[in-house]
C-alpha cells in the first residue's frame, strides 16, 4: 500500500467512472461555450476595426448626375485634414456589391442606384468621424452619410448578448461540476464510512482523510476534463472549418484570441481545483459531525 | 482515566447508565463484565471517544474529552488502541497493511514499520498470512489481525471488545497473554468479555457493568 492511501483503489470505486464522465461531458460543453464566447467577441471586435474610422456617402440623385456630384465632392473632400482617402464607389462595384444579395444582373442594371463615395478617416475615433462630417455636410448638404454606427451597435449588442450566454453556459457547467463532485464524493463517503470511522479511530486526522478523497477527486477529473477536451477537439475543428466557408463579406475571418486557448487548455485544471476544494469541503463538514 | 458523574444515552432514549464514578490509574488491568446489554460496549466507545458523554465528566490522560478541542481528541486517540467485536478490518488491505495502518497514520517510517508489524504478527501467530485479504481469513484470525492492529503503536490504553469470543482456549489464552504482557509494560487495558473462564484464569479486578452502575469488583481467583 501506498504510504498515506487508505482508499481502495477508485477502479472499485462506483463513483469513480460516473465522476469522470460527467466532468468530460461538463469539460466539453465548457470549451463549446468558451470558444463561441471568444470567437463571437473577437468577432465583434474585427467588425468594429473594419468599420470605425470609414463612412460611405450617398450622393442623391439620378444615376447619370450622382455620380458626376460624388465625383466633385470627392475632390473636395481630399483637401480635408481628416480624410486619408476618398473614392467613388464605380457602378459595377455597387452592383458586385449587390449581387449576393438580389442575384439577377438585370434587375440589378435596372436599379437607379445612387452614387456612393468611400471615405477613410485618418484617426478612427468618434471625434473625428464627427468632424469629417460635418465638413462633408458642409461641402453638399443633401448627402446622406452613413458611418455604419447605428448597424454596427445593434449586431454587437446582440453579438454581446450570446457572449454572456456563452459565458453563463460556462458558468452553469462549472457550477454542476461542483454538485456532481459533492454528490459523488457524499456517495464515496457513505460508501467508505467503515474505512473513514476506522482511520478517525485509529487516530488520522480530519485533513488527512479530507485529502484522500480530495485527490482521488482530483485524479477522476482531470481525466475527465483530458477525455472532455480530446472530444472537444473534432468538434472544434468542424466549427471551423464550417466558418470558414462562409464568404468573407458575411463573416470576416475570426480567430480565437490567445486566452481563450490558454482558458480551453486550463479548462481540466480549472475544473480539476474545483474539484478538490468541493470534496475538501464536503468530507471536512461530514467529519465534523464526528466526535 | 476518570468518570465523574458519567451518563450516557442516545438521542432521546433513556440513559444506558448513569452518574458512573470511577477513576482507573494507569498501568493497571481490568476485565469489563456484566451481563448483555448492561452498556459495556457503550462504555467503551466512550472512551476510544467516538462518543461524548451526554452527562459529567470523562478524564483521559488529564484531559476532558468533553473540553477538548479536535485536534487533542485526535492526539487522545492516538494513544489508544482498541480491538473492536466487529474487528472493522478494511477488507481492501492485506493482514500487514490493516496492522501497519496506525503506525502509517502517525507517520512511522517503513523500515521502522516493517519490523513492528512482522514482529507483532509473528507473535499472534499469522507468520504466514502478510498478503493475505480479510476476506479468506477465519474469525479467530480477524481477531487477531484486529489485536495486533490495536496493540502495534504500543498505546497507553488498550480497549479490548470481545477480543477472545471467536478464538480458541490456546489462542485466547496467548492472546490475553499479550494483553498481560503489554500491561507489564505500563499500558492501562480493558478487556470486556463474557469468557468468565478466562476471568478466572487471568487474576485482574473486575469493572462490573450492570444496572446501569458499574462497580470495581476484586480478581475471581488468582491465575498467573
Known amino acids: 500500500m501506498a504510504v498515506g492511501s487508505f482508499l481502495p483503489p477508485a477502479r472499485r470505486s462506483m463513483m469513480g467512472g460516473f465522476v469522470t464522465s460527467i466532468v468530460a461531458v461538463l469539460v466539453f460543453i465548457s470549451g463549446i461555450a468558451l470558444t463561441a464566447a471568444g470567437s463571437i467577441g473577437a468577432l465583434v471586435e474585427s467588425w468594429n476595426t473594419s468599420v470605425t ?33 476618398a473614392e467613388v464607389v464605380s457602378k459595377s462595384q455597387v452592383q458586385e456589391l ?60 446582440f453579438a454581446r448578448g450570446l457572449s454572456y450566454v456563452a459565458l453563463a453556459l460556462m458558468a ?55 477525455f472532455g477536451l480530446i472530444a472537444f477537439a473534432p468538434a472544434l475543428t468542424a466549427i471551423t472549418f464550417l466558418a470558414r466557408r462562409i464568404d468573407d463579406g458575411v463573416l470576416p475571418p475570426v480567430s480565437l484570441p490567445v486566452p481563450y486557448w490558454i482558458g480551453l487548455c486550463l479548462l481540466p485544471l480549472i475544473a480539476a481545483v474545483i474539484a478538490y476544494v468541493a470534496a475538501m469541503t464536503t468530507v471536512r463538514r461530514v467529519l465534523s459531525g464526528m466526535v | 482515566m476518570l468518570f465523574e458523574d458519567v451518563s450516557l444515552r442516545y438521542s ?34 466512550l472512551l476510544y471517544l467516538a462518543k461524548l458523554p451526554s452527562g459529567g465528566r470523562l478524564k483521559l490522560f488529564g484531559q476532558d474529552v468533553a473540553q477538548a478541542s479536535r485536534a487533542k481528541r485526535t492526539n487522545i486517540r492516538r494513544q489508544l488502541g482498541v480491538v473492536f467485536q466487529d474487528y472493522r478490518l478494511l477488507d481492501h488491505l492485506s493482514v500487514f497493511d490493516n496492522v501497519a495502518l496506525p503506525l502509517r497514520v502517525i507517520g512511522t517510517t517503513e523500515e521502522t514499520l516493517q519490523q513492528n508489524v512482522s514482529e507483532l504478527l509473528h507473535w499472534v501467530g499469522l507468520e504466514g498470512l502478510f498478503d493475505a485479504l480479510p476476506a479468506v481469513l477465519s474469525g479467530g484470525q480477524k481477531q487477531r ?33 499479550l494483553f498481560v504482557e503489554l500491561h507489564k509494560l505500563g499500558a492501562c487495558v480493558i478487556v470486556a468479555t463474557h469468557n ?29
Open chain 1, 53 to 85: 474610422g470609414t463612412l460611405t456617402v450617398q450622393v442623391p440623385g439620378d444615376v447619370a448626375t450622382s455620380f458626376a456630384k460624388a465625383n466633385n465632392i470627392v475632390t473636395k473632400v481630399r483637401s480635408l485634414p481628416e480624410i486619408k482617402r
Open chain 1, 98 to 157: 449587390l449581387r449576393p444579395w438580389l442575384g439577377n444582373d438585370k434587375l440589378i442594371a435596372d436599379l437607379p442606384l445612387p452614387a456612393l463615395i468611400d471615405i477613410e478617416l485618418n484617426t478612427p475615433s468618434p471625434q473625428s468621424l464627427e468632424r469629417a462630417s460635418s465638413a462633408i455636410k458642409a461641402i453638399a448638404a443633401d448627402v446622406v452619410i452613413d458611418d455604419h454606427r447605428v448597424w454596427l451597435n445593434r449586431i454587437a449588442d
Open chain 1, 172 to 226: 452553469m457547467s462549472l457550477g454542476a461540476l461542483v454538485l456532481t463532485v459533492v454528490f459523488a464524493t457524499r456517495a464515496s463517503l457513505t460508501e467508505y464510512i467503515q474505512v473513514i470511522e476506522v482511520l478517525h479511530l485509529v487516530g488520522a486526522r480530519d485533513s488527512h482523510i479530507a485529502s484522500q478523497f480530495s485527490w482521488r477527486a482530483v485524479r477522476q477529473t482531470l481525466w475527465g476534463g483530458v
Open chain 2, 12 to 45: 432521546n432514549s433513556p440513559d444506558i447508565f448513569s452518574e458512573l464514578s470511577l477513576t482507573l490509574p494507569a498501568r493497571s488491568l481490568h476485565f469489563l463484565t456484566g451481563p448483555s446489554g448492561a452498556g459495556k460496549t457503550s462504555l467503551l466507545s
Open chain 2, 145 to 177: 489481525v484486529a489485536i495486533a492492529r490495536a496493540v502495534v503503536t504500543r498505546p497507553k490504553l488498550i480497549l479490548a471488545d470481545e477480543p477472545t469470543g471467536n478464538v480458541d482456549d490456546a489462542i485466547a489464552e496467548r492472546l490475553m497473554q
Open chain 2, 196 to 224: 468468565e473462564r478466562m476471568v478466572e484464569r487471568f487474576a485482574f479486578p473486575r469493572l462490573h457493568l450492570d444496572g446501569g452502575t458499574i462497580k470495581v469488583l476484586p480478581a475471581l481467583a488468582r491465575g498467573n
